[in-house]
């Protein structure tokens, strides 16, 4: 019984240990994206061993976000296009260091 219940905490140990540590890279993924996007981080106790739907939900939460990055990213590019070709169309160059910058810069930055 005692090797029984050894190799059954064992494997629990070694669930644990997985959750604890993809809870951890969920977390700085959050984290950079809400620093990104400025909302508020996904509510979730990272020093309590998450359950499988916690962990389910939180990526659910983070796939949305990336989702969110992305559309904000085509609309700025999309956007900066229309502002170029709109200065394009009337001659106008760039005067000021926020024109210059979506003019001249990259998108990424």
């Not at 064992?10 to 984290?31: A, G, P």
């Not at 359950?51 to 904000?72: G, V, W």
Request: hydrophobic share 30%; net charge negative.
């Amino acid at each position: 019984i005692e090797r029984n219940l050894r190799s059954r905490m064992d494997v629990l140990l070694k669930q644990k240990s997985d959750r604890m540590h993809e809870l951890k890279t969920l977390i700085e993924q959050d984290q950079d994206l809400c620093d990104l996007l400025c909302t508020t981080p996904f509510s979730i106790d990272g020093n309590v061993v998450p359950s499988l739907d916690d962990l389910d939900r939180y990526r659910r939460h983070l796939a949305s976000l990336n989702s969110e990055k992305e559309q904000r990213q085509e609309e700025f590019a999309s956007s900066k296009r229309q502002i170029i070709l709109l200065m394009e169309e009337l001659d106008h160059t760039p005067d000021t260091s926020f024109e210059r910058e979506v003019v001249y810069e990259d998108e990424e930055a």
